[in-house]
């Protein structure tokens, strides 16, 4: 069973569009996080949220827009996609804020033309 | 602000070899040390970890090991096979789960 599932797995869209990549853990995990890794493997932590809260919110443009329906669930909505938001963005969860292993999802590539 | 630094950016050994990364982290107040395995194209995948109340952690070929007075941590893997080829990531933490990465080493283990 796949334990951090994200999809999809490829994304391939033109410049100005809207986008949306989901993610779904089944390990009962309460904290969820959104990573961008960009094209020099740079892992940098984009949002959180502990029970649907928003937890951290880093200097990320507001194109991009976190959802999540409930604690199992963190979604990532993206608005008029720029060149620059090309990147693989990696889904992770963990037990709760105080239990800091996280475990990622597959991680999706976004390219945006 | 928070920061982490990782050295090499590059490793190449040889299989049998020992090999070492090493990373210093900015913010005297992490409390949390994980380290990170990411084969190509794959996603990143905890391998060891170390808290601040523990000076060196070990798990079969890799250990950790933690200066929290220079604010260093280093990975050590020891008799290096291929298949230990990847890029490693260090990172630390604070409460509330915020992982600052360092940037990365590509460990190449030749046969």
């Known amino acids: 069973d796949t334990a951090v599932s994200q999809t999809p797995k490829y994304l391939v869209t033109q410049m100005g569009n809207d986008k949306s990549i989901k993610c779904e853990q089944n390990?009962?995990?309460?904290?969820m996080y959104w990573y961008k890794q960009d094209s020099k493997k740079f892992l940098k932590i984009m949002f959180s949220?502990?029970?649907?809260?928003?937890?951290i919110n880093e200097t990320v443009p507001n194109r991009f827009s976190p959802k999540s329906p409930d604690k199992a669930h963190l979604n990532l909505h993206i608005n008029s996609l720029e060149l620059g938001d090309s990147a693989v963005y990696f889904c992770?969860?963990?037990?709760?804020?105080?239990?800091?292993?996280?475990?990622f999802g597959p991680g999706t590539r976004l390219t945006v033309t | 602000g928070e920061n982490v630094e990782q050295h090499p950016s590059t490793l190449s050994v040889q299989e049998g070899d020992s090999a070492v990364i090493k990373c210093t982290y900015s913010?005297?107040?992490?409390?949390?040390f994980p380290w990170y395995k990411q084969e190509l194209g794959k996603r990143p995948q905890l391998i060891i970890d170390?808290?601040?109340?523990?000076g060196e952690k070990k798990d079969q070929r890799i250990a950790v090991t933690l200066n929290k007075t220079a604010k260093h941590f280093s990975l050590h893997i020891t008799e290096t096979q291929p298949e230990d080829s990847a890029v490693y990531f260090c990172?630390?933490?604070?409460?509330?789960?915020?992982?600052?990465f360092g940037q990365g080493t590509e460990l190449s283990v030749k046969p």
């Open positions: 949220y502990n029970n649907k809260e928003l937890i």
């Open positions: 990172a630390a933490t604070l409460l509330g789960g915020k992982l600052i």
């Open positions: 390990l009962g995990h309460d904290t």
């Open positions: 913010d005297s107040a992490s409390n949390y």
């Open positions: 992770a969860s963990s037990q709760d804020l105080a239990t800091p292993e996280q475990y």
């Open positions: 170390i808290r601040s109340n523990v």
